[in-house]
């Protein structure tokens, strides 16, 4: 089945540390997204990359930074943790041509720094 | 801009028991609408979604969706809960046909149901 794959799927990491999470996907979209999951505020869009050569900052870009290597990898950065980017982060693919807007979710890195 | 507001952090149903949650939306264009699941432990999985087709749309697992434009509400019902339901909600709004490709989510409901 075409999917949404994240490693690792669960990061255990101290302040100041270099954090890379992974997304793959297999599903041939061309839109990729980075939000982050906290109890009581639902999900918020870190950055988002509508093609390989198209990088866009979310709404809580701050401290995060990504790269699109190809349609199918975007990764997220922490260029040096901090203990308030302790969250859920999640990956999303969707495809242009569909017309709807619909997210297909990868299954979550759940990121604890100390 | 826009926005979403899930009326209720946690709903609490007994099986068997009408399912309601709700969601107000906030749009300055034809919006989309969607609605997701969270199991634990899992990433999220669209329940229903609201193209600008007809009002009243149907999802998995007997979960429907009515889009009210003029109360600007997209509200989540089940006739009859199940313990498999207990899980957390997520409405969410897109820009429609504007193209936008962005979700603003809202905050969450989780969904407890009592045997």
């Known amino acids: 089945d075409a999917d949404v794959t994240q490693t690792p799927r669960n990061r255990i990491t101290k302040t100041g540390k270099r954090i890379m999470l992974e997304c793959s996907q297999t599903?041939?979209?061309?839109?990729m997204y980075w939000y982050r999951q906290d109890p009581g505020l639902g999900l918020r869009l870190i950055y988002y990359s509508f093609d390989v050569k198209d990088i866009n900052k979310g709404e809580i870009s701050d401290g995060y930074s990504v790269s699109r290597q190809a349609q199918a990898k975007f990764s997220l950065s922490l260029e040096s943790a901090i203990p308030n980017q302790t969250a859920l982060y999640f990956c999303?693919?969707?495809?242009?041509?569909?017309?709807?807007?619909?997210?297909?979710f990868g299954p979550g890195t759940r990121l604890t720094v100390l | 801009a826009q926005s979403v507001t899930q009326l209720g952090s946690h709903v609490s149903v007994s099986e068997g028991a009408l399912v309601l949650l709700r969601c107000n939306y906030s749009s300055s264009v034809p919006p989309y609408l969607f609605w997701y699941v969270q199991y634990p432990n899992q990433g999220l999985q669209l329940l229903l979604k609201?193209?600008?087709?007809?009002?009243l749309v149907k999802g998995i697992n007997g979960f429907e969706a009515e889009f009210k434009k003029s109360e600007t509400s997209f509200h989540l019902t089940k006739p009859s809960a199940h313990m498999s339901d207990a899980a957390e909600y997520f409405c969410a709004v897109s820009g429609g046909s504007s193209n936008t490709g962005k979700l603003i989510f809202g905050q969450g409901t989780t969904l407890q149901v009592k045997p």
């Open positions: 599903k041939g979209h061309d839109r």
């Open positions: 609201y193209t600008s087709a007809a009002t």
């Open positions: 999303a693919t969707s495809d242009l041509n569909r017309g709807s807007d619909e997210q297909f």
